[in-house]
Structure formats: C-alpha cells, structure tokens
C-alpha cells in the first residue's frame, strides 16, 4: 500500500528472497587478486570478471552502483544537466582538439564498415565542446553545466587490482562554460561543493588535494582521494591539515643546506673520480653530502609531436617527479637518454654528466636541450657535479656564476618530513586512490574547437571552461579498502545493495520462517531495504555470507524468536544486541538517518 | 519539506527555471530529417547528431530516457535481477558461440594495444552464457532472469531516420536460463506480461506478433510493434484480432485456385516464347494468367561458412520473403545467382528457369542444389513454367509428377486481403516500428559454450534460455510517431521531460511572475515535475516552444491571473480552460493518475 512508507518511499518491490537470488559468494579470491576491493568484489559475488581490465556487475554490485550513481545524479542535478553523449566518436572532433594523437594507446581506435576512424570515449570534452560551439551563440546562455553519467574506455596497459585499474568504468563528467574566470572560479566552486555532499552521502573519508591537470589541460585542479595502501597515487600533506597536494603537484620548505667551502681559486676544478658514477658513491669518496652535489637526468620528451632533450638538474638526494616535469615542457610523454643522445649532447657516458659548458636553450622553441633547474639549487655554492669526462667530476661549481638553464622550477619529489609550504610542519606521504577530480581548463578546447559568444557589448569571445568527473565504481572500491576485515567488508546503508539482512538461523522450523518473513515485512513496509536470507542452509553458513557482502545491519531471527525478541548485528562493530521484535523498525530508523538516502 | 509530498515523493529539487536550461529549440529540421520523431528531437531540443547513427541526448531528451528506463528497471525488478555488462568484449567468448563469423560486418571490432580482438557488445548472450556455465551447477539455482539496460552497437549499413536506425542505443536486455522447456515457458510469459505493463504504462498502443527469430536462433519469438508510417517492418494482422505477426513470418490462408485444362498429352511441352522472360510477359503471351504460372528465384546462400544454391519455386504472382527463407535454410546471407551460377546449376539464362530436369538436394548437407517448393503450388497441376532454355517455357508441368524438391515450406510475402490463417477474413498489411522482441533461444548457446547444470537425479542437464529485448529510444520515438501534429509532439505524462510547463505570458510584469512562480511552487509541492517557462520572450514565442516540445499540459499565467484564475492547455486535444489558482494541482492531480508513474 502506498501509504505504508518511510518518508514517503513507495513500497512496490516484492520481498528479495535470498534463496532466488544469484548471489555466487566464494571461500576463496583468485591467487592473483591482491587489494581488499578487488578479493572481496569477487567473493561477494558482486563482479566477475569477463577479460583483462573487464568486469560484469554482478546483482549486488549493480545494485550497489545504482545507488551511487542515485546520489550522484541527485546531487548533480542541484547543479547541472544531465545529458547522455555518444561512446563512440568521430576522429575528426578529436583531431580538432589536438587529442587524437596526444591519447596515444590510451584512447580504444576503431574503423566502421566504411572505413571511417572512430574512436571509443575515454572523456568527453570535445563532444561538449562540439555542441557548445554549435548551439551556445549568446553570454545570455551561460553560464552552462552539463553533465552525464556514461561508461568510458581506456585502453589501460597495465589492468589489476579488480575495479581500481580497469579498461571500461563508470564516469560521472561534467563541463561548465562560462563568460569569464570570475564565471568559471565560481563553477568550479559548486562542484567543489557538490562533490563533498556526494562523498560524504557515500559516508567516504576523503581529503580534497591540489592537482596535475594531466593531459586535461588547465590552470588549477583538485582531487578528492580516500586515503589507503591499495591506492597508486602518493599524496603530501601537512598533519595540521592547512595542505594536502598529489605528489605530482605538491612543494615543500627545505632548510638551508651548508655549502662546501671554496677550494683552490674557487672556480670549478677537474676531480679524478675513477668509477664514481653514482652519487652515492661520488660522495664517499669526496666524503661530502649527497646534498652538496648537483645530480643530472637527462630525457628526450615529446612534445608537439617532436622528441626533444630536456635535462634536469636537482639536489644529488632529490628525484625528479616526471609529472611535473611534463607538465613544466608540456611533454606528453618522456623517455631517457640513450648513450647516444648522452653522447650528443653531453659528450660524456651517464654518470658523469654535468651542466658546466653545455648549451642551453633559450625557451621552448630553441633547437638547444632544455636545461631545468631544480628551486632546491637556487643560491647554493661550491657545489660537486659531473664533467661532462668520463671518471671526472668537477668542484666549485656555483649555479649561475658557472652554469646557465632555460627555466628555474620545482621538479622534484617531496619527500616525508619536508616542511609543508604553508607552515613548516614536517610533511607526511601516503598513499591514496583518486575519486574525483575537478579542473579548470580555460579555453584550451574552446580555442581549438572555434567555440565563441556575444559578450553583453556584441563582442565574440570565447567561452571559458570546467571539466570535472567522478569515478562511480571508485567510489565503491575506496569504500570497501577503509571498511573490511578478514571476514568481507560493510558498506554505508546509502550504497550498500541492501541495507538490512534478515537471517532465519534455522528454515526447518516453520515458526522462525514465519517470524522472519514478518520481521522482513516490517522492516520493508518502514521503507527499508531488506534481503531476507530464507536459504535451506546452517546458520553459520550464512552469517559467514552475510558478513562476505557488505550490508551493514543483520537482524538474526532465532532461538529467542518465541520470546519475541531478535538480534541485530552491526558488520562495522561486530556488535550484537537483543531487540524486541515490534522494536527493530524504530531501533533501525535511528541508525539510518533517512537524511543519508537518496 | 518532506512531508509535503504528493503520495510521499520528496521534493527535494530547485525549481527549472526555462531561461536558465538548455533547451535548443529550432524552428526548422534539417531537410535529411523526414519521419517526425526524427524532426521533433531535433527541434525540440532533445537530441544533437554526432555521426552518422550517433546521437548526443540533451537535457530534455535525457529526461525523457531516464523516466523510461525508470519504468523499464521498476517493471523488470519484479521478474529478475539487474546486472550490468561490459561493453567490450573478447573475441573468444563470440567464437564459442561461432556468432564472431555470423556477426558480420554489423559488429564493431578493434584490436587492443596488445592486438588482442575485442567486439563492441550488440547484444549480450555470450557474456550471459559465460556467466551462467561458470557459475550454475544446480537445479537449485533456476530458474534466473538477469537483465541491464545498457549501450549496445551495431555498425548499422544504412543509419537513418534520427532515432529510428542508430549504431548506438540503449537497450533493456534480458535472458532466462531455466531447467527444462516448461520453465522457459514461464520466463517468457513473465516477459510477456511485464513487457505489456511498460508499454502500456509508456502510454504506447502496441500490438504483439509472432515473429522471426533472425540472427538469434531459437524456437519461438515474439515482438511489440507500434504502428506508425515511419516503421520498416510490415505487419500482417487480422481486423477480428485474431492474428498478427511480421511479413518475415505471417501467413495466410489463399483461395483454391483454378489449374489450366491439360494439353495435347498432358506431359510437359515445350512452348516458344521468344522474348518473353518476364511473368507478366509470358501470361499475356500464353493468355494465362501469372496464378497459372510457376516463379523461379534462384539464390546463393551463406551457411555455415559455403555458399550454396538455393532455389526457391513459386507462385507467379507470389514473391519470395528473404528472412522466411534464411531461417528456413539457415542462412547468414543470401545473394541472387549471377549468370555464370545460373549457368552452371540450370544451363540457361534469367527468364527461362524452370524445375523440370534440374537435380534437387535430398537434404541440407547434399552437394546439389536446394530446391524449396512454396506450399502455394502443393496440389497445382499443369502449370507453365521456365524450360531452361532460352526462349522456351514449359505447359502442363505439374509439381511432383514432373519435378521433385529438398523442401516444401512457406517462403512467400503474404498479401493484403489474403486469408487470416486462422479466420479467413481478409488481412490487413501495414508498416510498425518494433521496441520490444521476446525470444524463446533454446539451448543454442548453453550448448555451444558448454553449460550445464545437474538436476534433480544428478545427471547433468543443459539449461534453456530465453533472451528478450527493448528498444529504449524506440519507446520514445515510437511515442512521438504516434503523437504529433504540424507544431510538434506531446508525450504521456509518465514519459515526458516535464508534466507541466507553466507559462508566465509577460515577464515584465513583476504581479505575473510571482503568480507564475507560485503556481509552479505549488504544483511542486503536489509532486509534479514542472518546468516555469520565465523566458523573457513573447507569449507567442513560448506558446510555441511548449507545443514543440512534448510536454503535455501547459497552465498559462496571464490576463486573468489578477482574478485569480489561470488557463490549463491539454496539448494532445489543444483545448484549454480557465482554473481558479488554487484548484490547479488537484486538477492536475485527476488528469495525471498516480498510478500511472514510475
């Protein structure tokens, strides 16, 4: 009956009798199943998998991302408009965004019975950006939000860890056009915004970071990661929580480092280092600090469409960060010099490079390597680097006075216990999985796409854009790698595919069915989202299945039925408590807020 | 506030102010653009194109999708589990089913980075199938019906009509695997029923028919048509309701035809008929009539990987219905015999083919020709027909005295005014469009890949399967079709973007807008899905625009508003009449049945 409702849920659903149900738990993961999401997915019967980086929704794990994508579109729709693009696309938008080659491998290509180049969508700008520019011709029409939520494809090289690194997933992508910067800042706020709520609805511990923009493109980007070891990007941040960047992006305060004092005349002089390439080793045998030494790595990156040098040159105990070097020269990707190319332009074998007597270019479209230097060696002095000579290094080597470079910048790895930029607290790494990610990307494809309005004086300008995604099943992962244990893991009521179940611990006697057939029908009719476990099998068997799936509450109907009382089991807690059967309803509703549902 | 509800459905969104949407109304469709549906979602707003077959979903169009996909997992929830499935597929699970072959150029391929093949799911029973023979052992476990509605892509030859012939669409698909062919019985009346309810609940007027099983396979098959002009599929029924089924598998009952009086000794004789290769040429030369004549079509015919001859005898006025005659031979494609074929398999050119003297196949895995007698001649006698010869037909041939045959069997295109095969009354022939097709498969695929489940005595069995269909955009398309007149088209109101626009007819005037807001408030409050037209155009202007667009009621806050009535327009009938404010939501609560909602 209609009116029987929890807050005004419709109860039309018939009761989910386990015992029809295809729920295929497992005693065992697969060998090479390593992270917790990716074990228990599999057990639980959620997901199988169909090929490398592929995996089917099982009933449960359908279900459970049908209630995250009901958050998130509830949310969104606060916000935005929903729309639904195509997953294949013509080659010809993305060659207008540049993006056809810059994707690479990455983007799945395929040709139609015509022979026409179509590709697979592994994101959705240009598709926006093609409508916007055919459709949007008036600042009156901005700003705009138009989001959708899709499936996408990427042909990613390396799959694993179940649904944390796959070729197909579900993407909730949204863009905004706006007039102007004030325009976009306060667009991007929104889904700043928007994505805590949906986050939080999810009941995610999740921290918002700075972040590369990546082959996005943009002048600012945010993360929002959930802190765990089966996560594959490293994040900085201060304990005092004043910052928090994806190491890809964040910075740091050294202390000053002492320089060595001159030698000799204080200008750079040849030392005999016989079989010293390593820093390490350089060290010793000089007996200084990897810290006074100027550490050199050399790369051929390509960029618009052509391979060219960039050298790096950092603190001997510092690495370079890859991402932000790329993103420094705009690099879509980087490889190292081979002896070759060290010998061209170094005139030296590795280990011994050095910045003294190289060439370096002017800026980026000179035909010289690009010279980087690191922010950690602005000021020092007297410092050891290679020769540019096999088994030589030089001394005395001071930035600026002996060397020149292309551009100053900070491109090297932040290390635990670095100062945090903003108040100096040492800084702690970590390891986290991404869930969301939003951008300003200003008009790189509104440029190269020819997307443009009247501004109010009848001026064409170009709109300037957001571009911001969530990954749904990410969302479902995340969880899963904050809440198991060695016995399966427990969702939040809002996304868990049922939020109650109710286990007749013995289906022989028909009194215990009866009663929890009732019990079920009390806890649907007060709108809940209940399982009834009705299976002709031990009660151990499925309390082991019922801690495996993911629901956060069991009612256990037993022995204690014929008193009128039943047990509710918290998975989260392992906690047990009695409960009066014509209680459990209420008792349940406080535990569940009906604020945390969609 | 949540208990301001209108049967408990919380009212949780911000209003959907019109000036602030995006809803890209044109005032003329591209000239390509004929059948309405295609017309209307693109003037409406609805949709953009791509690429050929490929359509973005805006926001009006997306909402429309999403209340019937809302209807569709609602309706489905009650008979089966949802799932969701890949939509990339490797290459060897459509190799066990041997569908990679017969797939065609109607699949989309492409290789990985690693080369590996993969498909772009067009349908779904291999990735069922495989599911199913990795994880059902036991009777116990049937029946199932698992279901999702999911993108599906078929690299369509000739995309066409806007929504009607896409290369990408969405899809409800859904399989059953059961015990025994009683089981299935059951799964596909479950479908029947459940399939009945969303289109009626879609506000369609459809009809069922028998149908052929095409690339599916399978045993026995049914599909939903609506009829509209637009449609490319021909329906056969009967005016009393008796029947009705596809040409491609109708039949009809004929009239006992007249034979021609034997001549001379009554064997067959050679007659010249210079000239005359044509039916029609050669009945008004010999004075006969076409009904007296014997069709020759001969073909070649794709299967199991060789070509083979085909050739199907026929009535002279009849013509040959090409998925009757696949289906009967079992062929993945058909092509006519070139002259070269003709040669080798009747020694004589187009016109003069005839059955007299040619060698017909004893079954389907002979070398000789198929030779398919059409169930029209069974019982003719002294017929003419083709000598094979050039210039030459034969009198007084009469079937299975003077030739033999492989097949008798039905493969003709039945007629209007032809006999209802069950009543006789004359039948009717008219163009529908398909949304929904319900399969009984048989054990095909459970076969081909090795699925297999023990039964009750612990022998093992072979599942059956049932796999069932609906087109989603074709309910919305086929609604449209059904639905339109020169300004545009109106949808139920269960499927329809909004319920209700309420138009405010001069946003100059501040008394106007805050009665139009409201209005629109209060019909919120009531539950219903409202868009507030606040544009600041002419009346004229959103007048138009509503008409346009689809949505069904339309509550015009104008002239009378200071007296505090407004004016309720019903699209479907244009007819409009004036309302006391305060009456409108329980007005509107009459007109739009609860019942009838998601």
Not at 376 to 387: D, H, S, T, Y
Request: aromatic share 8%; net charge negative; hydrophobic share 40%.
């Amino acid at each position: 009956m209609e009116t029987e409702t929890r807050a005004g849920k419709q109860v039309t659903q018939n009761m989910h009798r386990w015992s029809k149900l295809f729920v295929p738990t497992l005693r065992e993961a697969p060998a090479d199943a390593e992270v917790a999401s990716h074990k228990f997915l599999l057990r639980a019967g959620y997901i199988r998998q169909l090929g490398a980086g592929i995996y089917s929704y099982l009933f449960l794990g359908n279900r459970s991302v049908n209630k995250i994508v009901g958050i998130v579109r509830e949310e969104m729709d606060k916000i935005g408009q929903e729309f639904f693009l195509p997953a294949i696309h013509p080659r010809e938008i993305w060659e207008a965004s540049g993006r056809w080659t810059t994707m690479g491998d990455n983007m799945f290509r395929l040709k139609d019975r015509k022979g026409a180049d179509l590709a697979l969508g592994m994101t959705h700008e240009e598709v926006m950006t093609d409508i916007a520019r055919k459709e949007l011709r008036s600042y009156k029409q901005l700003p705009q939000i138009w989001y959708q939520i899709q499936t996408k494809f990427r042909d990613e090289p390396r799959p694993k860890a179940g649904l944390l690194r796959v070729r197909q997933f579900l993407m909730k992508d949204s863009y905004s056009f706006d007039i102007d910067a004030a325009g976009l800042d306060k667009s991007f706020d929104l889904h700043d915004a928007v994505y805590r709520r949906i986050f939080s609805r999810c009941g995610l511990q999740f921290v918002a970071v700075e972040a590369d923009s990546g082959a996005m493109g943009g002048s600012q980007s945010q993360e929002f990661m959930v802190y765990t070891d089966a996560g594959e990007d490293l994040i900085v941040s201060c304990p005092t929580g004043d910052y928090a960047a994806n190491l890809e992006k964040a910075t740091s305060q050294l202390p000053v480092e002492e320089d060595l004092p001159p030698s000799g005349d204080g200008l750079p002089e040849l030392v005999h280092t016989p079989g010293k390439g390593a820093i390490a080793d350089v060290a010793e045998y000089l007996q200084i600090s990897p810290k006074q030494d100027i550490k050199c790595v050399a790369y051929m990156a390509l960029r618009a469409g052509k391979w060219l040098p960039v050298t790096v040159f950092l603190r001997g105990d510092h690495s370079v960060n890859e991402a932000k070097l790329s993103a420094l020269v705009g690099a879509v990707d980087l490889r190292s010099m081979v002896a070759e190319e060290l010998e061209q332009w170094f005139h030296a074998p590795a280990g011994f490079l050095g910045p003294v007597g190289i060439a370096a270019a002017k800026d980026l479209e000179s035909a010289e390597m690009l010279v980087i230097l690191d922010t950690a060696l602005v000021g020092r002095k007297n410092m050891i680097c290679g020769a540019n000579k096999l088994d030589y290094h030089l001394r005395n080597v001071t930035p600026g006075r002996d060397f020149q470079w292309t551009l100053v910048a900070d491109v090297r790895n932040v290390a635990e216990g670095e100062g945090c930029p903003v108040c100096g607290t040492p800084l702690k790494v970590a390891k986290a999985v991404e869930i969301g990610h939003i951008f300003k990307l200003g008009k790189k494809y509104t440029t190269a796409m020819g997307a443009s309005v009247l501004d109010e004086a009848g001026k064409e300008v170009t709109p300037i854009m957001g571009s911001y995604g969530i990954g749904i099943e990410r969302i479902l992962t995340a969880t899963i790698e904050q809440n198991n244990d060695k016995n399966g893991f427990w969702l939040p009521a809002a996304i868990a595919p049922f939020e109650v179940v109710v286990t007749i611990t013995n289906t022989t006697d028909p009194k215990l069915v009866s009663t929890g057939e009732a019990v079920a029908a009390q806890l649907e009719a007060a709108g809940f989202d209940v399982i009834l476990d009705d299976r002709d099998e031990r009660a151990g068997v499925k309390f082991k299945d019922a801690d495996l799936i993911g629901i956060p509450y069991r009612v256990n109907v037993g022995k204690r039925a014929a008193e009128g009382k039943v047990e509710l089991v918290i998975r989260s807690t392992s906690t047990s408590q009695d409960v009066e059967m014509d209680q459990i309803a209420s008792l349940m509703t406080g535990l569940i807020p009906e604020s945390s549902r969609p």
